[in-house]
């Protein structure tokens, strides 16, 4: 074929292609604008239509999302977990772990948690075995046998058996060894027929022996060939202690070279054999202070899981969220002891009229805290307690009157005479936020009475002088009652006389009759016979009127966060919070449920 041809050929094939492919693009416009661009309007107008149905979907996308949210936590949440360091701090310095000597906060709380004594007080300040599984008294009240727990060890893997519990009272007896507790434990016989039987014979009846028998237990294989005189100062005291308790003597840090800055902190790791169970803490660390601003630095600055020595909380402690703050009622009574052998409050008129005069709601009221009523010397609900013998409640002219017919008139200066004598005492307490407070309501409420007080705030060191040498007319001050209703070494005469070993009797009350009473009701077991042999020493108490009742007081405990199974209840002395101790717990994690 002639290339001509050929030429002419794809020529017109050329312009065939490109006509169709013209036709197409605009057959392909005309169909965009009569499909899409026409019917954009009616789009527009069923907008609300399609809105409605992209917002459904958004809800219910987002219903999807809550669902499973809530269902997560339905199946899983935050549970307290084992682990953790825990540190309180307290006021005070470690001197001292052994349980037959150690005194203050510190001591006591390190003693506390390395020894186990035979018996200890439970969530319910009820009696209950610690080394113990029970006892029993025998026919004459004298005779008390306890049993011990099986199998139980010393930290160090040591058995501990009834020769160590009599290891320990026999030295205690000792006073070559210094033990303050020396003179509760006079004329007692210890002795055990078996491993696993301990029996105390008491020269009397005393029904209240039982109470005696929470100190700590000291190990004879690790003590028993130190001599007497030495077991103050041997290094198990401080450094090497040995218990059965929940923790172990791990380490002591000191801080500061002076007293003023020394700090020292004593740290304990969980003992895996303890018969409790294992702690579940990894640690415990008692952290000792100097004084309460240095504690406060501390807590604030979250050194501290905890702090114990506080009256009240400062406000920026108080404003923190994290702060829990525990009240743990004490089985003791807050009272104005009134010195009733010499000067004007040996007239029982001007005592009563004290008493009738004193508003203690108002009190109570102003201490920042919920507290009970004391209104005798046993503490409600305890055996004995009497409502028929409750002090005189407040009746201010009645208190007036009172005076009055005693001969003390107002003067013009407002205070009351009798025959030239001015009705004033002088009200001693130690130097604290709580009882500054106390003392200065009652200074207001009795004069209006006509009655001049003079309060003295102590520090420590002089508070302990004026205790021991009675140097008041009237004392503000706390003493323990505990779960048992014994109140003795407070009220009898012979606890009033120089010559008493601890001299308790702050009021130096003396009463034939309530020491005849208080005498029957320590020496009966039986319950309701001790009741009734009480009754004639709360009567005369009332009508006495050696100390005005106040309200019993607290054990403040502060934490940062909140301590699992640590729970709010009465106790009878501050180191009782560690009642299940080993089962503390401050960490959580999140955990899957069983429903």
Same mark, same amino acid.
């Given at each position: 074929?002639?290339?001509?041809?050929?030429?002419?050929?794809?020529?017109?094939?050329?312009?065939?292609?490109?006509?169709?492919?013209?036709?197409?693009?605009?057959?392909?416009?005309?169909?965009?604008?009569?499909?899409?661009?026409?019917?954009?309007?009616?789009?527009?107008?069923?907008?609300?239509?399609?809105?409605?149905?992209?917002? +459904?979907?958004?809800?219910?996308?987002?219903? %999807? %999302?809550?669902?499973?949210?809530?269902?997560?936590?339905?199946?899983?949440?935050?549970?307290?977990?084992?682990?953790?360091?825990?540190?309180?701090?307290?006021?005070?310095?470690?001197?001292?772990?052994?349980?037959?000597?150690?005194?203050?906060?510190?001591?006591?709380?390190?003693?506390?948690?390395?020894?186990?004594?035979?018996?200890?007080s439970d969530d319910s300040n009820r009696l209950v075995g610690d080394?113990?599984?029970?006892?029993? +008294?025998?026919?004459?009240?004298?005779?008390?046998t306890v049993r011990l727990r099986p199998n139980i060890t010393w930290?160090?893997?040591?058995?501990?058996?009834?020769?160590?519990?009599?290891?320990?009272?026999?030295?205690?007896q000792d006073p070559d060894a210094q033990s303050p507790l020396n003179?509760?434990?006079?004329?007692?016989?210890?002795?055990?027929?078996?491993?696993?039987?301990?029996?105390?014979?008491?020269?009397?009846?005393?029904?209240?022996?039982?109470?005696?028998?929470?100190?700590?237990?000291?190990?004879?294989?690790?003590?028993?060939?130190?001599?007497?005189?030495?077991?103050?100062?041997?290094?198990?005291?401080?450094?090497?202690?040995?218990?059965?308790?929940?923790?172990?003597?791990?380490?002591?840090?000191?801080?500061?070279?002076?007293? &003023?800055?020394?700090?020292?902190? %004593?740290?304990?790791?969980?003992?895996?054999?303890?018969?409790?169970?294992?702690?579940?803490?990894?640690?415990?660390?008692?952290?000792?202070?100097?004084?309460?601003?240095?504690?406060?630095?501390?807590?604030?600055?979250?050194?501290?899981?905890?702090?114990?020595?506080?009256?009240?909380?400062?406000?920026?402690?108080?404003?923190?969220?994290?702060?829990?703050?525990?009240?743990?009622? +004490?089985?003791?009574?807050?009272?104005?002891?009134?010195?009733?052998?010499?000067?004007?409050?040996?007239?029982?008129?001007?005592?009563?009229?004290?008493?009738?005069?004193?508003?203690?709601?108002?009190?109570?009221?102003?201490?920042?805290?919920?507290?009970?009523?004391?209104?005798?010397?046993?503490?409600?609900?305890?055996?004995?307690?009497?409502?028929?013998?409750?002090?005189?409640?407040?009746?201010?002219?009645?208190?007036?009157?009172?005076?009055?017919?005693?001969?003390?008139?107002?003067?013009? &200066?407002?205070?009351?005479?009798?025959?030239?004598?001015?009705?004033?005492?002088?009200?001693?307490?130690?130097?604290?936020?709580?009882?500054?407070?106390?003392?200065?309501?009652?200074?207001?409420?009795?004069?209006?009475?006509?009655?001049?007080?003079?309060?003295?705030?102590?520090? *420590?060191?002089?508070?302990?002088?004026?205790?021991?040498?009675?140097?008041?007319?009237?004392?503000?001050?706390?003493?323990?009652?505990?779960?048992?209703? *014994?109140?003795?070494?407070?009220?009898?005469?012979?606890?009033?006389?120089?010559?008493?070993?601890?001299?308790?009797?702050?009021?130096?009350?003396?009463?034939?009759?309530?020491?005849?009473?208080?005498?029957?009701?320590?020496?009966?077991?039986?319950?309701?016979?001790?009741?009734?042999?009480?009754?004639?020493?709360?009567?005369?108490?009332?009508? *006495?009127?050696?100390?005005?009742?106040?309200?019993?007081?607290?054990?403040?405990?502060?934490?940062?966060?909140?301590?699992?199974?640590?729970?709010?209840?009465?106790?009878?002395?501050?180191?009782?919070?560690?009642?299940?101790?080993?089962?503390?717990?401050?960490?959580?994690?999140?955990?899957?449920? %069983?429903?």
């Amino acid at each position: 074929m002639p290339l001509n041809r050929l030429k002419l050929r794809f020529r017109r094939n050329f312009r065939l292609q490109r006509k169709q492919v013209e036709g197409l693009s605009g057959q392909v416009e005309r169909q965009v604008e009569r499909n899409f661009i026409r019917r954009f309007s009616s789009l527009v107008a069923v907008r609300r239509f399609v809105i409605g149905w992209l917002l +459904l979907f958004v809800i219910l996308g987002g219903l %999807v %999302v809550l669902q499973i949210n809530l269902l997560t936590n339905y199946y899983q949440t935050s549970q307290p977990i084992a682990g953790g360091i825990y540190t309180e701090g307290i006021l005070g310095t470690y001197t001292n772990a052994n349980p037959i000597y150690a005194t203050g906060q510190v001591d006591n709380a390190v003693s506390h948690l390395i020894f186990s004594g035979l018996f200890k007080s439970d969530d319910s300040n009820r009696l209950v075995g610690d080394l113990a599984t029970s006892w029993s +008294l025998d026919s004459t009240g004298k005779v008390y046998t306890v049993r011990l727990r099986p199998n139980i060890t010393w930290q160090d893997g040591q058995p501990l058996t009834a020769k160590d519990v009599v290891f320990t009272y026999h030295t205690i007896q000792d006073p070559d060894a210094q033990s303050p507790l020396n003179v509760s434990w006079q004329n007692v016989n210890i002795t055990s027929p078996d491993s696993q039987t301990v029996v105390f014979t008491l020269p009397n009846p005393l029904s209240s022996f039982p109470y005696s028998l929470t100190t700590g237990i000291i190990p004879e294989h690790i003590l028993g060939n130190t001599p007497i005189y030495q077991l103050r100062s041997v290094a198990f005291d401080t450094m090497q202690p040995v218990g059965s308790g929940p923790f172990a003597m791990q380490a002591i840090n000191v801080t500061g070279l002076t007293p &003023d800055t020394r700090q020292e902190e %004593v740290q304990l790791k969980p003992f895996a054999n303890y018969y409790g169970g294992k702690p579940k803490l990894n640690s415990f660390i008692i952290h000792s202070f100097h004084n309460q601003d240095q504690m406060i630095r501390a807590f604030n600055s979250q050194e501290l899981d905890a702090m114990i020595g506080l009256n009240t909380l400062p406000d920026n402690v108080a404003n923190e969220s994290a702060v829990q703050q525990y009240d743990f009622p +004490l089985t003791a009574e807050n009272m104005v002891f009134f010195k009733t052998s010499t000067g004007v409050l040996s007239d029982v008129n001007v005592r009563q009229a004290l008493v009738t005069g004193a508003n203690i709601p108002q009190v109570i009221l102003n201490l920042g805290y919920s507290a009970n009523q004391v209104r005798e010397p046993l503490l409600e609900n305890q055996l004995g307690y009497n409502k028929a013998y409750q002090q005189t409640p407040y009746n201010f002219n009645q208190a007036a009157q009172i005076l009055t017919n005693d001969g003390w008139i107002v003067g013009k &200066d407002g205070i009351r005479y009798n025959k030239g004598q001015r009705l004033t005492f002088g009200l001693y307490a130690q130097d604290s936020n709580e009882y500054a407070v106390v003392a200065g309501i009652l200074k207001q409420q009795w004069r209006k009475l006509g009655v001049d007080v003079q309060v003295h705030l102590q520090q *420590d060191t002089n508070m302990q002088a004026t205790l021991a040498y009675h140097a008041y007319d009237a004392l503000l001050y706390g003493i323990s009652i505990g779960p048992d209703p *014994d109140t003795f070494v407070y009220w009898d005469s012979t606890q009033a006389d120089v010559r008493s070993n601890t001299r308790l009797n702050f009021a130096e009350y003396k009463s034939s009759i309530a020491d005849a009473a208080l005498e029957a009701g320590r020496t009966r077991s039986d319950p309701a016979l001790r009741a009734i042999k009480y009754q004639p020493f709360l009567k005369a108490w009332q009508q *006495d009127a050696p100390a005005l009742g106040l309200y019993q007081p607290r054990f403040l405990y502060v934490t940062r966060g909140k301590v699992f199974n640590l729970d709010q209840h009465t106790i009878n002395v501050d180191t009782d919070r560690y009642e299940n101790v080993q089962n503390w717990m401050i960490r959580q994690a999140p955990q899957n449920i %069983v429903k």
